[in-house]
């Protein structure tokens, strides 16, 4: 039985695409900076980076506040409950035409494995950018002097592409596994709208805010 639930409220989804595209302008631009793309002037590069930067990290800020408010901090909770069927699934049964053996609902809405690559991205990749990128923009006109943390000006920059680097892989990985729904748009079209057509489990009724289809 299929089952429309709005699942994506509407701050969830501006903080989601307004990352997204922060993320991949910053991509862009960094590569620029290390000489990798054409297209900008390095100056060009650098201030767009930096501006992106700021952004990002003022919608990082607002993000928090907003999952610590509503609750939904919880949705990132790691647990090993079914890891491994759904790991077996995204390894080869979705491609046998298997069904995903983790049924979302509003208080559940990313599964075991979704939980730990989001984990790892706020407690890990994030706070890497975070602090690296924020060492960089406000001593890298006078590092010699402050030297933060008795860090050179190498070791941030390593650290800051290197984390950089990190969200590149996490954001390709995203991307595939976005295609990997009903539909390969079926998961992009509930991140716009903020409804998503599930399976429920047989055990399980349809609850009082879904709309059955």
Do not use: C
């Not at 990082?60 to 069927?85: C, D, N, R």
């Not at 599964?111 to 730990?116: A, G, I, S, V, Y």
């Not at 402050?146 to 650290?159: C, I, N």
């Amino acid at each position: 039985m299929s089952t429309r639930i709005y699942l994506f409220k509407r701050f969830e989804r501006f903080w989601h695409w307004s990352q997204a595209a922060l993320v991949i302008t910053m991509l862009i631009t960094g590569f620029e900076i290390h000489g990798y793309l054409g297209g900008f002037t390095f100056k060009t590069a650098l201030l767009v980076h930096s501006y992106s930067a700021w952004l990002l990290v003022t919608l990082w800020m607002f993000a928090i506040f907003w999952h610590f408010t509503t609750g939904e901090w919880k949705q990132y909770i790691p647990t090993f409950q079914k890891v491994v069927l759904v790991a077996r699934y995204y390894a080869w049964g979705m491609f046998l035409g298997e069904d995903h053996p983790f049924h979302k609902t509003l208080q559940h809405k990313h599964n075991p494995l979704q939980r730990f690559a989001y984990l790892w991205l706020k407690l890990m990749i994030n706070p890497l950018i975070w602090v690296s990128g924020m060492l960089l923009l406000i001593f890298s006109y006078d590092w010699i002097q402050f030297q933060p943390f008795g860090l050179t000006l190498t070791e941030v920059a390593w650290v800051h592409t290197a984390a950089a680097y990190m969200m590149l892989l996490f954001f390709i990985a995203h991307i595939y596994l976005a295609t990997t729904g009903h539909t390969p748009l079926a998961y992009i079209k509930a991140m716009i709208t903020g409804w998503e057509t599930i399976d429920e489990e047989p055990s399980v009724n349809a609850s009082s805010t879904s709309i059955n289809v």
